[in-house]
């Protein structure tokens, strides 16, 4: 069965334009940002042209700030930059910038951002929250007497906060906001802000973000009311596997902090930050917890507490409990968001429950609608991401994540209630308590803006490129997660570095892996350099583990690549080289055989074990490589050379160790040729022996793989690289299993941590890690936007500027397409057999980009382009001709 899910979120076209047209104005890579807080943001834009060969040659920034004044002219700045430093006047505080970019020749663009705290001491706030075990503690409400769990039992009761002040007339009012914990900000009887889960999860002990929001509108003449709801979220409540011995990791109890500027007509500022003048107190919302779910008793609603005439004399006075500012640190990434609504394709009973379908596998939580209900009905809402074989939901791979929300009515004739601090993993909803129920799936993640799209001729294909982009975003619920449904949800730093190619292609990124990088380099050991297996650092027994510990080199790197932003080389440097000189140093014959931490090999492979100290010395490799060009690029040569000697003695240690004369590498497994192969370990010579191993191998099997995490994105280009794209394809329309489409066929919606997740045989795999909802074995992502469509760029280009188009025409593919929106602007290619042995091919090059196109035919004196014979062509392989295109659309057909 294949189950087509529409894919909407769709890349919005380029504005089209006769001449060079700026367009997605960016600050800090973030649309329209409130809380900057770097002193020289950097502005960015795309460009957009319909006129061959289009570049630009100048462009000019321009800046207004407080009250309209000019703040920076750039000047004209000759040179095809599409990005700028801000470079003038400094940046005051909680001000608005309006931007412009005008490109010489062609058209402007306008956009804005909004700065943050710029210096420390302009902090008037203080960390409040009161302590339960020294504080008296809140009064009960009467008829709270739901029983709970023993994993909720000891789950506080989330705090409402509130203040209301009387500012003067106000021309703008922002509040900057965080909490030890989660909040959720009102004004004066509104939520303020679209995000959720904020402030986010980072490195509590050295980083704790807070958000800007503009709440001028909300404010009104009058007094102003300033409420907050503060649950645990990561910073106490449950977290990791055995949530309950892993709860209060960063803190016992929640702690709020905002603070209030308001901008007079005069200039003048009014500022008001927590203090011991807020009040506070427990209310319906009795606990709340990431892993466990929600509970909330309607009946204990208090009415009206997040507007000014509110009697809270029976609120206690909150309390400070703490003045270290120093953690305070600007948002640079994305908040999460509800991003869709679902609605279910499918409501049944079972047993006397209602269980309700949505079709889709997500990460989010709904929103219950429940109709005549008596107050004091309790309606239990549990999530799972499959069904059992009777029909029932299965909950065995939660491990101890409860993700079961209750709701406690009020008893009036239709009544909501969607959860705000929780996040669960499913597709199915279990709804029991009340038959009149109406249920909405809410998907949330980081609400990382779509980059790209890709498509093609096969349904399953499609759908497998549709559970890639679902696990994604299920899987960037503020960092990158491995999964969203059990007790773990973890940052992985293999899953995420081996999934980071496919997410650039679908998503723009660069905001939301600054930010996790920030936390990894948090979370290096300072002293030896060893990185953490799961950033935010929180299991600390595991670290410095092969492909684990490398995400320090691989995800800068390849943002830089993707993004052309060198100040991630900057900030990662130092990090790169000392994780690469731990390696080093505990393995100094360079076969990395010791301090290998957990090891985990090419985690959950199917049917083989490849050999651990190949993998490790060829991820050694290949860290050493990435520092040295990292090094090449910040012009820092002695690191260069240090470490560009360094992979040059590893690939001998590799070559001497682990190649055999006949071309074998020990283990003689997939991901052994496919690791080998791709960082270039396999001696020149013995290239096409170790390709007829790999090629041995798949073909002994049936043509079945055995790759791992580490493994699996290196099949399609390994094997069409060396001539075997017909071994790709065969792979990549399987439904056998271990395969893609064998998921697909069962129904999947989302990529599945394991390939035997449920067989024929054994039913649901092992309970005891069982994700349904995983994005490492998606990394074959990146093939089908940069092979199989063919987009991606040539060695050693950064940011795009100079594309490779590369269809891989072959499978059962009758067209592929993809479109993706580098730093410069949009770059697409569309291939297909048009019939009579025609093929077709569409290209789109962003202005400013030199890009190389290979046209696929079996006939060279066949090629057209646009009905005419192809000019700058600079050369012919086996089955292409390449030639060379500035910006703009083409038309090639060729003979196929
Ligand atoms: C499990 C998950 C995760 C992986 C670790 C090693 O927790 O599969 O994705 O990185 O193991």
Redesign the pocket.
């Known amino acids: 069965m294949v189950n087509i899910m529409p894919d909407d979120w769709s890349l919005p076209e380029p504005p089209a334009a006769a001449a060079l047209q700026p367009y997605d104005l960016r600050c800090e890579h973030l649309r329209t940002p409130l809380g900057i807080g770097t002193p020289t943001p950097r502005l960015a834009w795309r460009l957009a042209s319909d006129r061959r060969g289009d570049a630009p040659a100048a462009h000019r920034v321009t800046v207004h700030g407080p009250g309209g004044a000019l703040a920076w002219d750039s000047g004209w700045i000759d040179g095809q930059d599409v990005s700028a430093d801000y470079g003038g006047a400094p940046l005051v505080s909680f001000a608005r910038y309006d931007w412009r970019v005008e490109v010489r020749g062609g058209g402007s663009a306008r956009s804005w951002f909004d700065t943050g705290v710029l210096h420390a001491d302009e902090w008037r706030a203080a960390w409040i929250g009161h302590d339960p075990e020294t504080d008296p503690p809140f009064e009960p409400p009467t008829d709270d007497r739901e029983p709970r769990t023993p994993r909720t039992a000891h789950l506080p009761a989330p705090r409402y906060f509130r203040r209301v002040v009387d500012l003067r007339p106000a021309t703008a009012v922002r509040i900057a906001v965080t909490a030890r914990g989660l909040y959720e900000l009102h004004v004066n009887g509104h939520r303020a802000g679209d995000g959720e889960l904020t402030p986010g999860w980072t490195d509590y002990r050295r980083r704790v973000p807070y958000q800007v929001y503009d709440v001028t509108d909300l404010a009104g003449d009058g007094p102003l009311c300033v409420g907050a709801v503060l649950a645990d979220g990561w910073w106490s409540g449950s977290l990791g596997w055995d949530g309950r011995q892993q709860a209060q990791r960063y803190g016992r109890h929640p702690q709020l902090l905002a603070q209030i500027v308001a901008e007079h007509a005069d200039g003048s500022r009014t500022v008001i930050g927590t203090d011991g003048r807020w009040r506070e107190t427990i209310g319906p919302l009795r606990y709340a917890d990431l892993l466990m779910g929600e509970r909330y008793d309607a009946r204990l609603d208090l009415g009206g507490w997040d507007l000014p005439g509110f009697d809270d004399s029976s609120w206690a006075p909150a309390r400070v409990a703490d003045t270290d500012l120093s953690v305070l640190v600007p948002s640079v990434a994305e908040p999460v968001r509800v991003t869709r609504d679902l609605v279910p394709v499918e409501v049944r009973s079972h047993d006397g429950r209602t269980i309700v379908d949505l079709g889709q596998n997500i990460a989010g939580r709904v929103r219950l609608t429940v109709r005549g209900a008596a107050p004091g009905t309790r309606v239990t809402l549990r999530h799972g991401e499959a069904l059992t074989d009777d029909g029932g939901l299965y909950t065995a791979n939660l491990r101890s994540a409860e993700a079961t929300d209750h709701y406690v009515a009020a008893g009036v004739a239709e009544e909501t209630y969607e959860p705000r601090f929780t996040v669960h993993g499913f597709r199915y909803v279990e709804v029991t308590g009340h038959a009149d129920v109406a249920v909405v799936g809410r998907a949330m993640h980081s609400d990382t803006p779509v980059a790209g799209e890709f498509s093609c001729s096969d349904a399953m294909v499609r759908q497998l490129m549709s559970n890639i982009r679902w696990s994604q975003r299920d899987n960037f619920v503020s960092v990158p997660t491995?999964?969203p449904q059990r007790d773990?949800r973890?940052g992985?730093t293999?899953?995420a570095q081996v999934f980071l190619p496919t997410a650039c292609y679908n998503a723009d990124v660069a905001a939301f892996f600054t930010n996790w990088l920030a936390d990894l380099r948090c979370a290096q050991d300072a002293a030896g350099g060893a990185v953490p297996?799961v950033v935010p650092h929180v299991i600390t027994e595991r670290h410095g583990t092969p492909a684990?510990g490398d995400a320090a080199t691989i995800v800068p790197w390849h943002l830089y690549e993707v993004y052309g932003d060198e100040r991630v080389l900057r900030d990662s440097l130092p990090s790169m080289r000392r994780w690469v000189d731990h390696v080093e140093r505990h393995n100094p014959g360079l076969v990395w055989r010791d301090k290998v931490g957990?090891h985990?090999g090419d985690?959950?492979q199917a049917d083989v074990r490849t050999d651990r100290d190949v993998l490790a010395t060829a991820y050694f490799a290949l860290s050493a490589d990435l520092t040295a060009r990292a090094a090449a690029v910040l012009g820092d040569t002695e690191a260069r050379d240090r470490y560009a000697g360094l992979r040059k003695r590893i690939g001998e240690a590799f070559a001497r160790e682990f190649v055999s004369p006949d071309g074998r590498i020990t283990g003689d497994t997939q991901t052994g040729y496919l690791l080998a192969l791709a960082h270039r370990l396999v001696p020149a010579g013995l290239v096409p022996a170790a390709v007829a191993h790999l090629v041995a191998d798949l073909e002994r099997r049936g043509r079945r793989l055995t790759t791992g995490?580490a493994g699996v994105a290196l099949l399609g280009p390994v094997l069409s690289a060396h001539g075997h794209a017909d071994l790709a394809y065969a792979l990549l329309h399987d439904d056998r299993y271990p395969s893609w489409g064998y998921s697909i066929k069962r129904g999947a919606t989302t990529i599945w941590?394991r390939w035997d997740g449920w067989t024929e045989e054994t039913g649901f795999g092992p309970v005891a890690?069982n994700?349904f909802n995983?994005y490492?074995l998606g990394s074959v992502g990146a093939w089908l936007y940069g092979g199989v469509a063919g987009l991606g760029q040539e060695e050693g280009s950064v940011g795009f500027r100079r594309p490779r188009i590369r269809p891989l025409v072959g499978g059962a593919l009758r067209w592929a397409s993809a479109a993706y929106e580098t730093p410069l602007g949009r770059l697409a290619s569309r291939w297909e057999l048009a019939g009579r042995g025609e093929l077709r091919l569409s290209v789109q090059i962003p202005p400013g980009a030199l890009a190389t196109v290979h046209v696929p035919t079996t006939d060279p004196s066949s090629v057209r382009e646009s009905g005419e014979p192809v000019s700058g062509v600079v050369g012919r392989t086996g089955s292409a001709v390449v030639c060379q295109v500035g910006s703009g659309r083409y038309s090639f057909t060729s003979a196929w």
Do not use: V
């Open positions: 491995d999964c773990e973890l992985w293999a899953d297996d684990w957990s985990y985690w959950l995490f941590e890690m994700s995983h490492a």
